[in-house]
């Protein structure tokens, strides 16, 4: 099992901070592609998807043997008899109709 540490942790935070201006720009440029998912009030737009792949990516990569769970579809769930009880829950953008809508009041969430 891997131990959390803080030179991970911290890489993790880096990604987020770097991930968060990529969606800032993705929406400046007018790139939002929004998809409804049940109702017009569930909404994806691409930057979820991106936000939650490069998250996914990067915690595999570092804790193969924790789980992980986003709110578009990744569900990676380990097998192993060594893996981890942890789970992360991931919400890549978090106020998405608020990032749709123009507004500042989101974030990248993962924990």
Known sequence: ??????????????????????????????????????????IV???DRMVERWLAAFISQRWPEDTIRGEEGTNRKTNSLAGSERE??????????????GMDNFAISAG
């Open 1 to 42: 099992m891997n131990d959390y540490d803080y030179d991970s942790f911290a890489g993790l935070q880096h990604l987020m901070k770097q991930l968060g201006s990529e969606v800032i720009k993705i929406r400046a440029e007018g790139i939002l592609q929004a998809a409804i998912k049940k109702d017009y009030t569930d």
């Open 88 to 101: 992360w829950i991931l919400d890549p953008i978090d106020g998405t109709n608020s990032y749709v809508a």
């Open 45 to 47: 737009t691409i930057a």
